[in-house]
């Protein structure tokens, strides 16, 4: 039962152009959610998060929206650089200590020249 | 800054036998987890530790143990060894005491293979 699905396994867009990863949940209690970047063979390197008393979070290029009602969040990368190249993670928690996260599949962006 | 520290990075092992993976959390880190991703896959939770105490446990098979220690690093140990359990495993670690204390931070990671 994949509680966290990102429906999308690549995606590819042009340089200086946005990237649109989406996410959707099945898990009501869910109520922190966080954005990964991973390279082959590394670690998920930490992007951004929002709780979900927020609809959006910014940091940089990089937006997170969060509809609770849809179940659905999505990362938004303006503009998008080569080097943002790799698989982007989707992962939620029941929020407090030590809560584990649950990984959607994953999409693959690739950001061409 | 400093980052979460796996070791070792590779390791190979026959079937049936056994492996110790070491975690070093971000210093002032508390909390730590631990992560299975098989190949083509989602990392899976596998066990947590709060202040040297289990605090969840996941998909995490009997022939598995960890613990959390004094100094905060943790061990994962493998018994038993199968085919199945080749993966990429990591650690992350993260502390309520920080802003974004939910946010778990991960290492590198521990390749496993199983032969």
């Known amino acids: 039962d994949q509680q966290v699905k990102q429906n999308s396994p690549s995606l590819s867009v042009q340089e200086g152009r946005i990237s649109i990863l989406n996410c959707d949940y099945t898990?009501?209690?869910?109520?922190?959610f966080l954005w990964y970047k991973k390279y082959p063979a590394e670690g998920p390197t930490f992007l951004i998060s929002?709780?979900?008393?927020?609809d959006k979070n910014e940091d940089g290029r990089f937006t997170v929206f969060l509809n609770k009602s849809a179940k659905h969040l999505s990362l938004h990368i303006v503009p998008s650089q080569p080097g943002d190249s790799a698989v982007y993670f989707c992962a939620a928690s029941e929020g407090g200590t030590a809560s584990k996260l649950t990984f959607g599949t994953g999409t693959r962006l690739q950001v061409t020249l | 800054a400093a980052g979460v520290i796996q070791s070792p990075r590779h390791l190979i092992k026959e079937k049936r036998e056994t492996a110790t993976l070491k975690c070093y959390p971000i210093p002032r880190h508390d909390t730590v987890y631990w992560y299975q991703q098989g190949p083509g896959q989602d990392p899976q939770f596998l066990i947590s530790f709060y202040e040297k105490m289990q605090s969840d446990k996941g998909s995490i098979p009997d022939r598995f143990s960890a613990q959390q220690f004094s100094d905060y690093h943790s061990e994962l140990n493998m018994s038993s060894l199968e085919l199945g359990d080749s993966a990429l495993y990591f650690c992350a670690s993260s502390s309520m005491q920080e802003p974004r204390g939910e946010t778990q931070y991960f290492g590198p990671g521990t390749r496993l293979l199983v032969l």
């Open positions: 898990n009501s209690m869910f109520d922190y």
């Open positions: 929002i709780s979900s008393i927020k």
